[in-house]
């Protein structure tokens, strides 16, 4: 089984910063690495899969890296529909989530 | 466009069953896996399993084996998730996902509530 480790647990930005936000794997995971936001009520929604590539309809502002076991997700100027939580998933044996960073004003 | 449509909140007793349903439309429903993934109150997201909508082939986490069944029915486009043996453990909003990019989940149902109370 993958454990997935985020760090930091809370993140505290203001609108205009960059934000950067990291994912540890337990074992290498290739570039099978995708990052979801979640909103308060909301169902999560997808915004970087294979590690670096944005899904449909996602801002230019996020952007990921990293491959094997070190994974980043950086908002480059956070905009305020961008405080939530965010969650990475491997999906290269499976699936499993981390356990979410929330990125606070 | 696509769409996936959960059925609605349960309540169950300690020790009950209860199964969830996950109607899919704006797609063909045997081209991509379907997930299921769960979120207690105030948690993080848990993957469950996932079903091959065209073979029915199932996998589920560890955790789950065992307890959860996975199952769907093509003829209405819907999959069903069904957990067993349900404690207080297993309140939680109950997400079916569709597969976007190999397992990844693009996209997602409105989620049901179970709630486990007795």
């Known amino acids: 089984e993958i454990v997935m480790t985020q760090s930091p647990a809370t993140l505290s930005v203001s609108p205009g910063e960059r934000a950067t936000l990291s994912c540890r794997t337990s074992q290498s995971v290739s570039t099978n690495l995708a990052w979801y936001q979640q909103k308060p009520g909301q169902a999560p929604r997808l915004l970087i899969y294979?590690?670096?590539a944005r899904a449909t309809g996602i801002p230019a502002r996020f952007s990921g890296s990293g491959s094997g076991t070190e994974f980043t997700l950086t908002i480059s100027s956070l905009q305020s529909e961008d405080f939530a939580v965010y969650y990475c998933?491997?999906?290269?044996?499976?699936?499993?989530f981390g356990q979410g960073t929330k990125v606070e004003i | 466009q696509v769409q996936l449509v959960q059925s609605g909140a349960e309540v169950k007793k300690p020790g009950a069953s209860v199964k969830v349903s996950c109607k899919a439309s704006g797609y063909t429903f045997t081209d991509n896996y379907l997930h299921w993934v769960r979120q207690a109150p105030g948690q993080g997201l848990e993957w469950m399993g996932r079903i091959n909508p065209s073979s029915g082939g199932t996998n589920s986490a560890q955790k789950f084996q065992g307890r959860v069944t996975l199952t769907r029915d093509s003829s209405i486009n819907t999959a069903f998730m069904e957990l067993s043996s349900l404690t207080s453990d297993d309140t939680a909003v109950y997400y079916c996902a569709r597969g976007y990019y190999y397992d990844t989940m693009g996209y997602w149902g409105q989620g049901t509530l179970v709630t486990v109370s007795s």
């Open positions: 294979g590690a670096f």
């Open positions: 998933q491997q999906y290269n044996n499976l699936a499993a």
